[in-house]
């Protein structure tokens, strides 16, 4: 905020509790959390700053635990209430927008959701064995895309979809690319560009779909596995992947323009990716895969989505064939 005053009052607090409080803090750590030169607005020190974002970091590798825990109790709440309610269980990757669905659901009285984050290979296998009913899979699925036959992406999860016994239903569109600290360089263009003696790179750990995606660009250009930057960050999430740039931690990363833009990175788009859930045929004619499509298709959830930077929700709610969209089926 700049002032101590201004962050007291938009605490609720007075400055003065706010400062000795700043002061105890500074006293247990032995460092400054604030430095203010004369006449001008407070900020954070150097300590401060990285203590700010490792805490942003911890709760962004908690978030997906959190999220699952509160929509568990959430449907607990609900079976309670309403114990004829169909449910819906969602399996896959941590998704910004799936509270959202799950809440514009339960307030148009449709289906509970149940919410599992094993990512989205794990969440096809659990599908498959009929341990849930969709998943949610961003895939690109562009012309150019780089998860086409023979892929780490499609290798991986498309031997969990097969024609005539599966089906996609669109959700939306969001960007991927580069994340970069605002201090890097100009002319970082590429992933091929961070290949540099020395730098840290954060992504998402090996065998998820977020990271055979990056492999996949890595190799379309030109790269091989062994060339990767030496010093790879793993984080479990995609907002820890932006936090571990943003707190210095990583010198660069791979992750969506939204994260980007909520920790102040520099984005270098380098793929669209197209959002879906997916679930078995026979599913699709439910009930609750109806109340979905019509939830997903309102102006409601649209104005949600397109309020995440990078993404987009045109069409969504509509059925989408595997053979026309998946890059190994055409």
Known sequence: MGSIGRAAEALG???????????????????????????QAARLSDFGERLYWAERRSQARA?????????????????????ERPRIRFSGGYEPWLDSLRQALEIAGGPGMTIEYPGAVEGLARMNAGQCDIVGLALAVDADSPCGR???????IGRHLRLGEHKLIRVGERMQGLLLPRSMPVGLVGLADLLRPGVRFACRPQGTANRMLMEDLWQAEGGAANDMPAEVVEEPTQAAVAMAVAAGAADGGFGTEMHALACGLGFVPLVREQIFV???KPFLDTPQVAALRDTLATPHFQGILEGLPGHRGPGAGGVISLRRTLPWYK
């Not at 978030?63 to 114990?83: I, K, M, N, Y």
Request: glycine share 6%; aromatic share 8%.
């Open 150 to 156: 023979g892929s780490r992406i499609q290798q991986a």
């Open 63 to 83: 978030a997906p635990q959190a999220e699952a825990l509160a929509a568990a109790l959430d449907h607990a709440v609900a079976s309670a209430r309403w114990p």
């Open 278 to 280: 997916a679930c078995r």
């Open 13 to 39: 607090l007075s400055y003065r509790h706010v400062w000795g409080v700043i002061q105890q803090w500074e006293e247990t750590f032995g460092q400054p959390l604030l430095e203010a030169l004369p006449g």
